[in-house]
């Protein structure tokens, strides 16, 4: 079956050419989180164009999904997302974004697609139109959905707050992918957890101001905060077991705005990632811990503020379903794997499905040219080198990256709409 699979699909791709035009559009304009007007409308304009899409826009924000009704069967969600990262790209593409943008904080900043958002779209819209051409293939309901504000963690529960499933069919079935630090064509993925929960946080402590030259009279926050980084480092070490999976990272640590003031305050940027929900509370508790008892060594006028930032759920694919869709994948591409790395790396994907107890899957694409990525593997496993998500310099090959995903999209969807 899973071959037969194949051949219908190789049989009814669509020419990506346009497609690749409308990536480079879609990376030349990127747009920040909960801002992405222009591009949720450039995706429904595409929709409308194929012809067979009823489409609902403004779901959560700038959210849009596209349900496709082909009789009787099961129903199948498949997912994208569409924001950008404050970041100046450094590609030097010719396509390359020179777009500034104002964030939340009214602060102008660079904006780039530099975690392959811009490669998600457009993959699904191709996947869309190729799986309209081939209605006489499958028989169900098909809907492809474009996310708001995945990088700050609040895009799907945003949509499903703002009944999305009282405006769509509850899918049987919920897919994604994600673009990754991967050979261009290949495409991995595993049963059980992928990808790991994440939380952010900003951590305030508090000291007493005064002149440089008289440290005596203050209580230098600087110093207090530069304890506290140090000490959270000793929280995976020493207190999580080495079996288990835990990341603590501290992001960003501001205090102060010239050389010969104490200031005030200062501000800790807190990042942690975690695959048990035991270690994500224990890892809360010891950094609470931390934070408290330092201050308090420090002589802290004022107690710490914890001000939580993000929140992202574990993603965990169904095993059955991914045994599935492994079968599917393992007989259409060359470069398949069933077993693929977990990864530290989060999404908020899993809330499309697990608000309902919906069986989900995800998966990653490559996106590192072949030959940039064998020369590395070459060179003693230096493919860290290769700049990944979230570089300033992250550039996908379009192809084979596109075809793969497009591929990858259809192949899900196929394996349980086929007639």
């Not at 409308?41 to 999904?65: C, P």
């Not at 499933?165 to 495409?187: C, E, L, N, T, W």
């Not at 802290?300 to 929140?311: D, G, H, M």
């Not at 570089?391 to 996908?396: N, Q």
Request: overall charge negative; glycine content about 8%.
């Amino acid at each position: 079956m899973a071959h037969n699979l194949s051949d219908i699909l190789k049989s009814a791709s669509v020419d990506l050419t346009p497609y690749e035009d409308l990536y480079k559009h879609f990376h030349a304009h990127p747009e920040l989180s909960l801002q992405e007007e222009s591009t949720s409308q450039k995706v429904a304009a595409h929709l409308s164009q194929l012809n067979a899409y009823e489409i609902h826009t403004n779901i959560g924000g700038h959210g849009l999904a596209g349900v496709l009704r082909n009789g009787a069967g099961k129903t199948v969600l498949l997912r994208a997302d569409m924001d950008a990262l404050p970041v100046k790209e450094l590609t030097g593409l010719p396509y390359a974004s020179t777009v500034t943008m104002r964030d939340a904080d009214g602060v102008e900043k660079p904006v780039m697609h530099a975690c392959g958002h811009d490669m998600h779209m457009t993959c699904l819209l191709a996947a869309a139109e190729t799986l309209a051409n081939m209605r006489h293939a499958w028989s169900g309901t098909l809907i492809v959905l474009f996310q708001p504000n995945e990088e700050r963690g609040g895009g799907a529960q945003a949509m499903v707050d703002d009944g999305l499933y009282s405006k769509i069919p509850v899918p049987d079935y919920v897919f994604g992918q994600h673009v990754m630090r991967m050979r261009a064509g290949s495409v991995g993925s595993r049963p059980g957890t992928i990808m790991a929960a994440a939380d952010s946080l900003k951590v305030t402590v508090y000291g007493r101001g005064g002149h440089g030259s008289l440290p005596h009279q203050t209580v230098d926050p600087a110093l207090l905060a530069a304890h506290i980084v140090v000490r959270l480092q000793g929280i995976v070490s020493r207190e999580i077991d080495p079996s288990d999976l835990a990341v603590v990272t501290v992001g960003s640590l501001q205090a102060g705005q010239t050389e010969n003031i104490i200031a005030d305050r200062a501000e800790i940027g807190l990042d942690f990632r975690t695959v048990k929900l035991e270690t994500r509370q224990k890892i809360l508790s010891a950094v609470q811990r931390i934070v408290e008892a330092e201050c308090m060594a420090s002589g802290s006028p004022k107690p710490p503020v914890f001000t939580p930032t993000r929140r992202f759920p574990p993603t965990v694919n169904d095993e059955h379903v991914a045994s599935q869709l492994a079968a599917s994948f393992g007989q259409h591409f060359e470069d398949f794997d069933a077993d693929t790395p977990r990864t530290n790396v989060s999404e908020d994907f899993s809330t499309l499905g697990t608000c309902r107890d919906i069986p989900c899957c995800f998966w990653f694409i490559g996106g590192i040219d072949a030959e940039l990525w064998d020369k590395a593997m070459r060179e003693d496993n230096h493919t860290d080198e290769i700049p990944g998500n979230h570089s300033a310099l992250f550039a996908p090959v379009i192809q084979p990256t596109m075809r793969a995903g497009v591929d990858a999209l259809c192949l899900a969807a196929l394996t349980f709409l086929r007639k």
